[in-house]
């Protein structure tokens, strides 16, 4: 894999000049992926998108929410009374005062997650953030958005993510993993697209190839099959 000649998507939700967030959903649930997944989790889903993923589940985030200031949307969480925190989309990053929210969240004592697409620079997020970072696969059709300067940067705690969708998705993300030398710093998730590919297929690749890596499901989707938002 080469670096992306791709430039990065132009934000999706231009801000005001206050800071506010433009948001999708706002709600607590138990946490369906990652290494956290189990855990009670504060969910911010933040409005818009750049990529179009085939498979993506949360296509009702492109659109509408509600226009939130950062000291009001800081307060909503609060009242959950968790501490853990993801901030997700849509692409989060796509609206510029998710930096600062992010920060502020961290200085008052929240674990906070980042879901993002992989397309967007990671390097202004708070270092205190555990960035989960999707590296799209052939069958997402977002492939050429990969911003491969993200995988030089990360810390020891962010999580690297592939959600396959088929033979030809892991083989790429076996490539990936390899080329990147990535089994050596952990936190590599395999996630197989809901509906469409078998974990056990998948879980059988993982052991006939050896890799050192996560297969994980969208437990959510186990817990509450018949919903489709607010889990």
């Known amino acids: 894999?080469?670096?992306s000649s791709v430039q990065s998507p132009l934000e999706t939700c231009p801000e005001p000049a206050q800071?506010?967030?433009?948001?999708?959903?706002?709600y607590a649930s138990i946490q369906g992926e990652s290494t956290f997944a189990g855990r009670p989790c504060v969910f911010i889903r933040l409005t818009g998108c750049p990529l179009r993923c085939v498979w993506c589940d949360t296509e009702y985030a492109f659109g509408g929410g509600e226009r939130i200031d950062l000291n009001d949307l800081i307060e909503r969480v609060g009242e959950f009374k968790i501490p853990l925190l993801e901030l997700t989309g849509g692409e989060p990053l796509a609206q510029k005062a998710c930096i600062p929210l992010m920060k502020r969240l961290c200085d008052e004592g929240y674990e906070v997650l980042l879901e993002t697409s992989g397309a967007i620079d990671v390097a202004p997020v708070d270092p205190r953030v555990v960035k989960i970072i999707d590296v799209k696969c052939p069958a997402s059709g977002e492939e050429r958005g990969n911003r491969w300067e993200n995988l030089r940067i990360?810390?020891?705690?962010?999580?690297?993510?592939?959600?396959?969708?088929?033979?030809?998705?892991?083989?790429?993300?076996?490539?990936?993993?390899r080329e990147w030398n990535l089994e050596s710093r952990g936190g590599i998730l395999f996630s197989p697209v809901h509906g469409v590919l078998e974990p056990t297929d998948l879980a059988a690749w993982i052991l006939e190839d050896k890799l050192?890596?996560?297969?994980?499901?969208?437990?959510?989707?186990?817990?509450?099959?018949?919903?489709?938002?607010g889990v």
């Open 1 to 3: 894999m080469t670096e």
């Open 19 to 26: 800071a506010t967030l433009l948001v999708n959903e706002l």
């Open 154 to 177: 990360l810390q020891s705690h962010d999580e690297i993510k592939f959600v396959i969708n088929d033979r030809g998705d892991y083989e790429y993300a076996l490539s990936v993993v």
């Open 212 to 229: 050192e890596v996560r297969l994980q499901v969208q437990l959510h989707k186990y817990l509450w099959p018949s919903e489709t938002r």
